[in-house]
Each structure stands twice: as structure tokens, then as C-alpha cells.
């Protein structure tokens, strides 16, 4: 039986690792209705292409996917619809603050539970630029390499 403080990770969005540079993370909540959270129980959401904005003092999470729910009707709500994210207003203060004067932007990277609770992990990024991306894809191979090396010379 799962433990209420585990975290049990639902979607990831490894697309953002790859075309960005993480500096920070925070953790938000996600405001949802009731079919929302079921479908997300389920598994179905994706952040592929998903951004954050923050619009007079609140954060808003923009192009994440949530399936309809299977057993929904009339209550299911537009897959794609812009949800509203939980934070504190100092943070989101801090957060505007920082991506207008740096040119950053704010990307989900995870949605998980928390305590039987949604939650989103949202990254303060930097984008890569394309000689980035081959430098990263490089030292991942040659780490797949030395791994490789070093299991079969244990044999």
C-alpha cells in the first residue's frame, strides 16, 4: 500500500531537459475539476510543448494535455484548456520578476501526488542553444560507453 507522503510521479516532460537548461524548480499546485483529477489518476495528461505564463499576479499553465475522462459526460472539461497554478504571491512576484528581466521562461517539467494532492513541478529555464544539445548528446554517450566498458570487463 502506498505510503500518503510518497510522491508518485505521473507524466514528465523530458522534452524540457533536453531543449533547456534547468536553473531552479518550484512546486505549484494545479487547480482541476473532478473528471481532470480522475483522468490524471489514470495517467493520461502530457506537458509536451506546455509553457507557464503569469498574467496580473497569478501563473498559468498553458498546452497541457488531459485526456477526457473515459466515464465522464457532460462534466469533461477541454483537454486544453489554461489552468491556473497554486502558488504564493511572493513567489510569483519573485518569478515575474526574474523571466522579464533575464528573458527566461517558466516550463512544467512533472506532475505528481503529493499527499493524495496534484502537484506540478514548474522550471525556471534557459534555452539551449543548438551546440548545446550535441555537447550534452556527446557526454551521454560516452557515459552509456564507460558503463558498457566497465560491465563487461566485471564479467
Not at 7 to 15: D, S
Not at 73 to 97: A, Q, S, T, W, Y
Request: hydrophobic share 35%; charged share 35%.
Amino acid at each position: 500500500m502506498m505510503n500518503k507522503d510518497e510522491i508518485k510521479t505521473v507524466a514528465q516532460n523530458k522534452k524540457a531537459y533536453h531543449d533547456y537548461f534547468v536553473l531552479e524548480e518550484y512546486e505549484a499546485g494545479i487547480e482541476l475539476f473532478g473528471t481532470e483529477i480522475k483522468s490524471i489518476r489514470q495517467g493520461k495528461v502530457n506537458l509536451k510543448d506546455s509553457w507557464c505564463n503569469i498574467v496580473d499576479g497569478e501563473i498559468f499553465v498553458n498546452g497541457m494535455h488531459i485526456s477526457p475522462y473515459d466515464h465522464g459526460n457532460i462534466f469533461n472539461r477541454d483537454p486544453m484548456r489554461v489552468r491556473k497554478l497554486l502558488m504564493h504571491k511572493k513567489e510569483i512576484n519573485r518569478l515575474f520578476g526574474t523571466v522579464k528581466q533575464d528573458g527566461l521562461s517558466l516550463i512544467p517539467l512533472s506532475v505528481y501526488f503529493k499527499k493524495g494532492r496534484a502537484k506540478i513541478k514548474v522550471g525556471l529555464c534557459k534555452g539551449k542553444k543548438l551546440y548545446d544539445k550535441r555537447d550534452a548528446a556527446a557526454k551521454k554517450d560516452a557515459a552509456r560507453n564507460i558503463d558498457r566498458a566497465m560491465k563487461e570487463r566485471l564479467k
